[in-house]
């Protein structure tokens, strides 16, 4: 009985820490948004004086916003910076798009890289390899084809490369689109995901996507080059973690990572959200403790602690708790989801209210087919995750 009793007070107290680290996290990542985000960023150097930048752009296949995200890269406000398009298959429709686009900018330093290199299993590694290897500037920067972005967008990340950073990252958000999906997806990168990237940042974890990154490229030589993380499919994280490893400061640019794909699926974003999952289990397997940071677990676990430390009537007050628990929860992301957009949302109150109850209903299912089944699909490949972040591909025989 003794043990029991004993049992609960460390569950009860574990509540009331999980409740305070939440809600700080929400707190933080709020004031963050307000002050750090969308805000016009302080030059640190001059314009002219800005390091020379080599963009990799990693393509397969088109989409039906492909050729105006991509259009907006050869609009950048830059001095110096060259554009390397790189497509891994020779009968790839992206190719066209790019020669389009070759054509229309004759005055933007653009190439065409076709076929890749085979160097490892990660397809977006082997299709970058000829582009890392022609780049001729000291600054990389490695950007998603889904990503759209503004013409000084390069400007505010080379201003955040001061002496002690290796590596700008930008937050991932969504850009306004049509459709339920579209707004489940926006949901998420404007509630649950900021809330965990921004409050890890502030607190000096590292935790970074590969969607938007410019890096110091003699750092990543230092490593190997991109050729040392060819055997992993998280390529992000362990680049990150080589540079970190080095001594190197991470900066976050003002301006997000503005996701914006052409077509998009519930089905899509849950596959999505389970390969992630999948990912971050095999890296780092505290990962499988990432549900109590969710509204629906957390509230189950606090307001059963705090019935055990105040007694409350299971069936009244603790109820009571959760509920109000929850209403205040889905009110801090609404401010979020507003604050990272800039002003009012595309979708409607009711749009987001039902988009939030779906994605947060979704945690347990996706975290448990995550740890099911430690295979992926990505690209066109499939593959077996091992402990510590490699993989192995699976090949069909």
Wanted: with cysteine; net charge neutral.
């Amino acid at each position: 009985m003794a043990l029991l009793d004993l049992a609960m007070q460390g569950f009860s107290i574990f509540g009331f820490i999980l409740f305070l680290v939440l809600w700080f996290m929400h707190f933080m990542s709020i004031v963050y948004v307000r002050l750090y985000l969308n805000k016009k960023s302080v030059d640190k150097q001059p314009y002219s004086k800005l390091s020379g930048v080599s963009l990799l752009k990693p393509l397969k296949g088109v989409d039906p916003n492909l050729i105006n995200n991509l259009e907006t890269f050869f609009e950048l406000d830059y001095p110096k910076f060259e554009i390397l398009l790189c497509v891994q298959d020779h009968d790839d429709p992206a190719i066209d798009v790019c020669k389009k686009l070759l054509g229309k900018y004759p005055n933007v330093d653009a190439r065409l890289f076709i076929g890749g290199k085979k160097v490892g299993i990660n397809p977006k590694i082997n299709n970058l390899m000829p582009g890392y290897e022609g780049a001729k500037y000291d600054l990389v920067w490695i950007c998603d084809s889904g990503i759209r972005v503004k013409p000084d967008t390069l400007t505010d990340m080379a201003n955040q490369m001061t002496e002690k950073v290796g590596l700008v990252h930008g937050l991932p958000y969504v850009a306004d689109r049509q459709g339920f999906a579209a707004t489940l997806e926006q949901v998420y990168f404007g509630t649950s995901h900021p809330r965990s990237y921004i409050s890890a940042n502030v607190m000096g974890i590292k935790c970074v996507t590969g969607m938007s990154c410019l890096m110091r490229k003699d750092i990543l030589d230092q490593a190997g080059g991109l050729i040392t993380f060819a055997q992993y499919i998280a390529e992000d994280y362990f680049m990150a973690k080589a540079i970190a490893d080095r001594g190197w400061k991470f900066s976050m640019a003002t301006q997000v990572a503005m996701q914006n794909s052409g077509s998009y699926s519930v089905a899509q974003f849950q596959s999505r959200m389970i390969r992630w999952a999948k990912l971050r289990i095999n890296m780092l397997p505290a990962t499988v403790c990432e549900p109590i940071s969710e509204c629906f677990v957390a509230s189950l676990i606090i307001g059963w602690a705090a019935h055990h430390v105040f007694h409350w009537d299971i069936m009244v007050h603790t109820h009571t708790h959760t509920h109000t628990h929850c209403l205040v929860w889905i009110i801090s992301d609404y401010i979020q989801v507003i604050r990272l957009s800039g002003g009012a949302p595309a979708f409607s109150k009711l749009d987001y209210a039902v988009a939030w109850f779906i994605r947060e209903s979704m945690t347990i299912q996706i975290f448990l087919s995550a740890l099911w089944d430690p295979t992926i699909s990505w690209r066109t490949g499939r593959y077996r995750l091992r402990c510590g972040g490699t993989a192995e591909e699976i090949l069909d025989v």
